[in-house]
Each structure stands twice: as C-alpha cells, then as structure tokens.
C-alpha cells in the first residue's frame, strides 16, 4: 500500500516538471545583438544650383590706363603730382622749358613765315607790273601757306615754349615715366594716367577653372580692405598661361569705382547644375567610387553611388539618381553598411 502511494507521488511530481519545461518562456539565443549605429538623415531635394569659381587678384588699370606725353621736345623742369594722386580734368601735371634746339627750330619757322609773307607780297607787285605772271603768285601764295602751317604746328605743339602737361581726363596717376633735367623728344610719355571710371580686376585661375569662365559671366568682387561687394562681368580670358604663376589671368570690369591696387577675392557665376545640393560630409568613397547611404521607412541603411556635379564649400551637388523619398544618412554615416539598421539621432528625445 505504501508503495503503491510513493509512486504515485513519484508521478505526481514527474508530470509537473514536464508541465514547466514545456510552458516556461524561451531562454534568450546566445549571440551579439544585431549591428546598429546612431546618425543624422535629411530629406533631398533636387533643384537648379549655381556653379562658381573663385580666384584672388586686386584692382589694375588695365586698359584704363594712358601714356601722358611731351608733345614738343624740351626739358622737364618739373612733375607736380605723385604716384597715386587723384587728378581733375584740365589739372597740371608737369612743366616742360623748351630746349636750345626747340628755341632755334621755332624762330627758324618764324624767319621762314616772315620771308615767305614778303616774297608774296614782291610777287603780287610784280604781276602788277606785268612782270610775273599768275602762276608765280600762286607758287608763292603756297609758299607762304606752307610756312605759315609750319610755324602753327609747332606753335600747337608747344616748340619752342614752356609747356604745362594737363590731365586730358579726370583720373589717378599710375606711375611716373621720366626724370626730370635732360631733354627729352616730343613723344616722350612723362606718366601713366588711369581714368577712373575705368579701373578691372586681374585675377589668376587654375587653367581647368579657366576653361569653365566666359566673357560676359557675371561676378562679385569683395575688396578684402574693406569687405565692400562689387557687381562685375568678365571681360576677357587670356590665351595663354602667365609664365610667372602658371595661371590663366582673367579680367573682369567693374560696375563701380574700388581703389587701385586693392586686393580682391572674386566669386564667378560660371552656369547652373541641376541636382541634390547635400553635406560634403554625407558622401564617403572607397576602391568602388564615391557613395552614400539612404534609409528606408523602417531606417535601413542602402548604399547608393554617386556622382558629384560639383562642389563649393561644405556642399556637393549629386547627380539626380537617388530616391528622393528616402532621407540621406549625414553626420554619423561612415558607420553604416549596406543593410544596417540605423537609429536616427534625437529620435525619442
């Protein structure tokens, strides 16, 4: 009878351990938890972005700037402005004291005028007399007209006379071209004059920058002196690398007046692009090429390729090959792999 008892307890109890093991929850598998990694996403939008180069140069005199010359031969006695001086129209700028040669050359024209007046006039008595014909006075007349010119010429040009050299225009004297003493021949430039109206902008671009520029591309031109902001166009692209800093020089004219010799930075409107403008530090690149990472609805990483259009700053523009209704893994994206789930920064906060 007691036996009978002890097993069935014995039983009893089996039963109940079969009953726990088969109804207590599921251990946790073994195993490192599934991959995931914390970063920022931002919705893309494709549209028109600018294109631009950016050079450094200073304000020139370009093709501004003129030779100021002696008309007459003579002696510089006197230059009455600097380098760098604003001038006004009609404004002196040097005096000119006529040589022996100039003196000599002039009172010669002079003898050669008063003779001729007389010859013409002894012809024209003369004829009166019958004893020159009219082709005489005529030859003697172009004489006198000869002489006369003659005498006017160097008159105009000063010959002979002490000269002042106006400013022809308002404008800022660039340099000065000749020493004062000794004499000097008529053409000689005394200094340079730019009008102030007139002044570019020479900036230096690499050549492959270069080729992206056309006269006629409109520019910002930031004087670093001051900060100020010029609007301007480019006016002209050089043929040929500058043997001294292997750049392209660009000229561009200004809409405005800016103080010659400032220094600039200049920003160029080259044309637009069409394209995702994303965070440079969104695209990564390995051996296969540059690429990003988009995430689905549920976060899921999926790594993209693509192609960049340009880039300025923090920013490039990607080609428009990506899905615009998935959002762009940013900061926090060299953490992800291709089919990683993300956790989005701040989300639950």
């Known amino acids: 009878m007691k036996t009978s008892h002890l097993l069935a307890g014995l039983a009893a109890i089996a039963l109940a351990a079969i009953a726990y093991v088969l109804t207590r929850p599921a251990a946790p598998a073994d195993g490192p938890p599934a991959p995931s990694a914390t970063v920022s996403a931002i919705p893309i939008t494709q549209r028109s972005v600018e294109l631009h180069v950016s050079a450094w140069g200073s304000v020139v005199a370009g093709q501004a700037e003129t030779n100021i010359a002696m008309a007459a031969p003579g002696v510089i006695t006197g230059v009455l402005v600097h380098p760098g001086q604003a001038v006004t129209a009609g404004q002196a700028l040097a005096v000119v004291a006529p040589d022996p040669q100039s003196i000599a050359d002039l009172r010669k024209a002079e003898d050669a005028a008063r003779a001729a007046q007389a010859q013409r006039g002894h012809v024209a008595a003369l004829l009166q007399q019958h004893l020159a014909t009219t082709a005489d006075l005529a030859a003697a007349t172009q004489a006198l007209d000869d002489a006369t010119a003659a005498l006017a010429a160097l008159h105009n040009a000063g010959t002979g006379e002490n000269q002042t050299i106006r400013a022809p225009f308002a404008g800022i004297v660039t340099a000065i071209t000749a020493a004062q003493g000794g004499v000097q021949p008529a053409g000689t430039a005394v200094l340079k004059l730019a009008a102030a109206g007139g002044l570019t902008v020479l900036v230096g671009l690499p050549e492959a920058d270069a080729l992206r520029v056309r006269p006629g591309d409109a520019a910002t031109v930031s004087l670093l002196n001051t900060g100020a902001q010029l609007p301007a ?97 940013t900061t926090g994206a060299y953490q992800l792999s291709d089919g990683m789930t993300a956790t989005l920064q701040g989300a639950g906060n």
């Open 233 to 329: 166009t480019v006016a002209q692209r050089a043929a040929m690398l500058d043997p001294q800093t292997g750049l392209v020089d660009v000229t561009l004219a200004l809409r405005d007046t800016a103080p010659l010799g400032e220094p600039v930075g200049v920003t160029i409107t080259t044309g637009t692009v069409t394209g995702y403008p994303v965070p440079r530090g969104a695209v990564l690149n390995d051996e296969q090429g540059d690429y990003v990472y988009q995430l689905d609805t549920h976060n899921v990483a999926h790594r993209e390729a693509v192609h960049v259009l340009d880039a300025e700053g923090g920013t490039v523009v990607l080609a428009p090959t990506l899905d615009p209704a998935m959002k762009l893994a």
